[in-house]
């Protein structure tokens, strides 16, 4: 357990990768309003945006999340600690003004990115874009 990393996993500096390319800034390792101790993956801190990457493991994952047989007593326990950590962590950064966004280490990059996108569009004022209406549909159009 202490051998795995806790940060600069592959998934994270992938989807950090793919965002400074997307030519957004962020701050990594940033501290969670109202405790120091623990962290934000990426932050964008103008948009009061956090994002984490969890791994599926660690996160219990509802798709590839596993439990070790052996010692599995403790294993759902520290399993179940670090998931309620998480809404412990969530609450803190929405009481403090935060938008959070989670991504599994399994999504795709280019889904994980557009995910953040559109939760920096929300928190910046802006809408997601329309679906096209079709002519007849639009309003103040009158009936054919």
Known sequence: ??????????????????????????????????????????AFTRARLAVFVDGCFWHSCPEHGTRPRANEAWWAGKLEANRSRDADTDRLLREAGWSV????????VPAAVAKVEDALDLSRGRRPPRAATPPGDAPGASPP
């Open 101 to 108: 966004v989670r991504i599994w280490e399994h999504e795709d």
């Open 1 to 42: 357990m202490s051998r795995a990393p806790r940060r600069e996993t592959a998934p994270e500096l992938a989807l950090r990768r793919a965002l400074h390319a997307a030519r957004h800034r962020f701050r990594v390792v940033y501290p969670v309003p109202g405790n120091r101790r623990r962290t934000v993956d990426i």
